[in-house]
């Protein structure tokens, strides 16, 4: 891969939940590695904020552990290290009382871009909106970036919308989807809008089936009580497998463009027909040997969540009538895998002797790990016996593709941070993007309330309850098996 790092304008990042676990894992050493890329100008600073009473060293030695534990030992430098962390400092503040607001207010600088970024539980999000506004400290400079989990419903992230409204411009919010980071999933876009070859087929005509799969192999350790209220649907489906869904059926925009890009977004969304129960399987993996099942990792025995979801929904556009596309997600699977297979139909006609084997082709783009492509196609298996068929990939790695001396895939934030800064909010979802989607996955949920039944249970490292296997068997279709290559 070719570093063609620009330098982003100098910039205040405000980190609202700076000692949290998100700014440790992925938030400071983005920053670090875009400041070590030569990304972040050397007069840009982080400010930390959150509730603790520390001081700018102590904020320090907090980012030197994270960066000793979260960036890999051959992107740490001691004197880079040190250089960034002399622009880090710290200002102790709550969002429910007065002190330290002026302090922030005289520490940023009128002609830096100024991001605040909201990495704290949604319910401090409009409080913190309001202090930025009642004490001078929001302008046309300022950009806000909220993490998810973006409302657990339609109403709450109504009212989270409202509340940002109140204060901040829908042009200056970035909610975060840190899926839209990933350079996998931007080149889907790529794939499909700078190819002559894929767009003519990419309708009902050719497609038979979509499956999304987004396996995990971790479970909800150390996260029970939040992942407990929300489950692999709200946590998982309502944006990541979403937000896939979306780049994969989507009209092409007129331009790469924000708000032309979340239109059509929008437009897939709104198309996605009401899910019926028979197409949703739920399930929640049980204990395995030494491994603790879900209810104890979550501590809660009674707990009805699900670890895992399986379903299938159509799309009502001209595009997509009659193609399902069938979504899996879930903890404690076989393997750490996402992956799009858009399965096409098999030629209308063969003139050859089947062997049983279906010959369709089918496009697999992964999304991690091993990033990359491959088309499976139909060929002649060489050598006598006559004209025996098999399909073969033809695969695209992107480490092999783009080369030895190709950089390490950069980490979602870093590219989602230098996009603020840039004011870019193309990767970023829009207010009325995730209502929508929260229009569609609440009556999912309700229902499930309503009836209150167990969800299927799994064992760990398998690809989910049997009834996920039934649901595409019922069709004479399969999930691509998680082990295939
Ligand atoms: C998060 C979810 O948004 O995405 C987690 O809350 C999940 O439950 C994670 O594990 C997956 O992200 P990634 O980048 O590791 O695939």
């Given at each position: 891969?070719?570093?063609?790092?620009?330098?982003?304008?100098?910039?205040?990042?405000?980190?609202?939940?700076?000692t949290?676990d998100?700014a440790a894992r992925?938030?400071l050493p983005?920053?670090y590695?875009?400041?070590?890329?030569?990304?972040?100008?050397?007069?840009?600073?982080?400010?930390?904020?959150?509730?603790?009473?520390?001081?700018?060293?102590g904020f320090r030695e907090i980012v030197r552990d994270a960066l000793g534990e979260f960036v890999?030992?051959?992107?740490r430098?001691?004197?880079?290290i040190?250089?960034?962390l002399?622009?880090c400092?710290?200002?102790?503040?709550?969002?429910?009382?007065?002190?330290?607001?002026?302090?922030?207010?005289?520490?940023?600088?009128?002609?830096?871009?100024?991001?605040?970024?909201?990495?704290?539980?949604?319910?401090?999000?409009?409080?913190?909106?309001?202090?930025?506004?009642?004490?001078?400290?929001?302008?046309?400079?300022?950009?806000?970036?909220?993490?998810?989990?973006?409302?657990?419903?339609?109403?709450?992230?109504?009212?989270?919308?409202?509340?940002?409204?109140?204060?901040?411009?829908?042009?200056?919010?970035?909610?975060?989807?840190?899926?839209?980071?990933?350079?996998?999933?931007?080149?889907?876009?790529?794939?499909?809008?700078?190819?002559?070859?894929?767009?003519?087929?990419?309708?009902?005509?050719?497609?038979?089936?979509?499956?999304?799969?987004?396996?995990?192999?971790?479970?909800?350790?150390?996260?029970?009580?939040?992942?407990?209220?929300?489950?692999?649907?709200?946590?998982?489906?309502?944006?990541?497998?979403?937000?896939?869904?979306?780049?994969?059926?989507?009209?092409?925009?007129?331009?790469?463009?924000?708000?032309?890009?979340?239109?059509?977004?929008?437009?897939?969304?709104?198309?996605?027909?009401?899910?019926?129960?028979?197409?949703?399987?739920?399930?929640?993996?049980?204990?395995?040997?030494?491994?603790?099942?879900?209810?104890?990792?979550?501590?809660?025995?009674?707990?009805?969540?699900?670890?895992?979801?399986?379903?299938?929904?159509?799309?009502?556009?001209?595009?997509?009538?009659?193609?399902?596309?069938?979504?899996?997600?879930?903890?404690?699977?076989?393997?750490?895998?996402?992956?799009?297979?858009?399965?096409?139909?098999?030629?209308?006609?063969?003139?050859?002797?089947?062997?049983?084997?279906?010959?369709?082709?089918?496009?697999?783009?992964?999304?991690?790990?091993?990033?990359?492509?491959?088309?499976?196609?139909?060929?002649?298996?060489?050598?006598?016996?006559?004209?025996?068929?098999?399909?073969?990939?033809?695969?695209?790695?992107?480490?092999?593709?783009?080369?030895?001396?190709?950089?390490?895939?950069?980490?979602?934030?870093?590219?989602?941070?230098?996009?603020?800064?840039?004011?870019?909010?193309?990767?970023?979802?829009?207010?009325?993007?995730?209502?929508?989607?929260?229009?569609?996955?609440?009556?999912?949920?309700?229902?499930?309330?309503?009836?209150?039944?167990?969800?299927?249970?799994?064992?760990?490292?398998?690809?989910?309850?049997?009834?996920?296997?039934?649901?595409?068997?019922?069709?004479?279709?399969?999930?691509?098996?998680?082990?295939?290559?």
């Amino acid at each position: 891969m070719v570093s063609r790092t620009i330098p982003v304008d100098t910039f205040d990042l405000i980190l609202f939940g700076a000692t949290g676990d998100l700014a440790a894992r992925k938030i400071l050493p983005s920053l670090y590695r875009r400041f070590l890329a030569g990304q972040m100008p050397e007069d840009a600073r982080v400010i930390g904020a959150a509730r603790s009473e520390l001081d700018d060293e102590g904020f320090r030695e907090i980012v030197r552990d994270a960066l000793g534990e979260f960036v890999s030992p051959s992107k740490r430098d001691g004197d880079t290290i040190e250089k960034f962390l002399a622009q880090c400092s710290y200002i102790p503040i709550d969002a429910k009382e007065e002190a330290g607001w002026d302090a922030l207010k005289e520490r940023i600088r009128d002609d830096a871009i100024k991001a605040f970024y909201f990495s704290v539980g949604p319910s401090i999000f409009g409080p913190l909106a309001e202090r930025l506004r009642s004490h001078g400290i929001a302008g046309p400079k300022c950009r806000l970036v909220v993490e998810k989990p973006f409302g657990t419903d339609l109403e709450t992230a109504r009212k989270l919308n409202d509340n940002l409204a109140e204060s901040f411009d829908e042009a200056q919010i970035y909610r975060i989807d840190h899926f839209l980071g990933k350079e996998t999933v931007q080149n889907l876009m790529a794939v499909r809008f700078a190819n002559v070859l894929f767009e003519p087929l990419w309708n009902e005509r050719y497609i038979d089936h979509v499956q999304i799969t987004v396996s995990e192999t971790v479970g909800v350790t150390g996260r029970g009580s939040y992942y407990d209220r929300s489950g692999a649907m709200r946590d998982m489906v309502q944006n990541h497998l979403m937000q896939l869904l979306c780049l994969t059926a989507m009209e092409p925009p007129n331009r790469y463009d924000a708000d032309m890009l979340r239109d059509e977004k929008l437009k897939v969304i709104r198309a996605l027909d009401p899910v019926s129960k028979e197409d949703v399987v739920r399930g929640q993996y049980k204990a395995s040997g030494e491994q603790p099942s879900y209810v104890q990792d979550a501590e809660n025995p009674d707990s009805r969540t699900e670890s895992f979801v399986a379903l299938k929904v159509g799309i009502s556009n001209w595009r997509w009538k009659h193609v399902p596309f069938y979504l899996r997600t879930g903890k404690r699977m076989s393997r750490r895998l996402s992956e799009i297979v858009i399965q096409f139909k098999e030629t209308s006609h063969s003139i050859f002797e089947r062997d049983g084997l279906s010959k369709a082709n089918s496009l697999t783009i992964r999304l991690q790990p091993d990033e990359g492509m491959d088309l499976s196609v139909t060929i002649k298996e060489p050598g006598p016996g006559g004209m025996r068929l098999v399909n073969v990939p033809l695969d695209m790695t992107f480490a092999d593709a783009l080369g030895p001396d190709g950089e390490e895939i950069p980490d979602a934030y870093e590219r989602l941070i230098m996009d603020v800064i840039r004011g870019n909010q193309t990767l970023f979802m829009r207010g009325d993007e995730v209502e929508a989607a929260w229009a569609w996955t609440d009556p999912i949920i309700e229902e499930w309330e309503a009836r209150g039944d167990r969800p299927a249970s799994y064992s760990q490292g398998t690809s989910g309850p049997e009834e996920a296997l039934a649901l595409m068997h019922r069709d004479n279709r399969r999930w691509r098996d998680l082990e295939e290559e």
